[in-house]
């Protein structure tokens, strides 16, 4: 019913930038809020950051926040997580997700009905 695609994982040098989208297609006014997850090889996924689409709340895990942001485009049905100084512990496959249930713990994957395929991004040192 929802469809979710990411783009914009790259390679880059600790320090850098990089604005990883996730397109969402389908029955988006059923969701209330979606989130950037991630996974490194060996490590359990992580959520990352997550925006709440009726009000633009945002919420993110300690380790990124003062660095990354989450922001939304309703017109293009586009969330974007915009990161800066890139760490090389930021490296991992990130995932966007979408949830249809509002409130409640938002780091839990299993919360999550919807998934995109993933973009690797990798950060050198």
């Known amino acids: 019913q929802v469809q979710l695609a990411e783009s914009g994982g790259d390679s880059v040098q600790a320090g850098g930038s990089l604005r990883l989208a996730c397109a969402a297609s389908?029955?988006?006014?059923?969701?209330?809020?979606m989130a950037w997850f991630r996974q490194a090889p060996g490590k359990e996924r992580e959520g990352v950051a997550v925006?709440?689409?009726?009000?633009?709340?945002?919420t993110y895990v300690n380790s990124v926040k003062g660095r990354f942001t989450i922001s939304q485009d309703n017109a293009k049905n586009t969330v974007y997580l915009q990161m800066n100084s890139l760490k090389p512990e930021d490296t991992a496959m990130y995932y966007c997700?979408?949830?249809?249930?509002?409130?409640?713990?938002?780091?839990?994957?299993?919360?999550?009905?919807?998934w995109g395929q993933g973009t690797q991004v990798t950060v050198s040192s």
């Open positions: 925006i709440y689409t009726g009000g633009g709340m945002t």
């Open positions: 389908g029955n988006t006014y059923s969701i209330s809020s």
């Open positions: 997700a979408a949830r249809r249930t509002a409130g409640g713990v938002w780091y839990f994957p299993f919360s999550y009905t919807y």
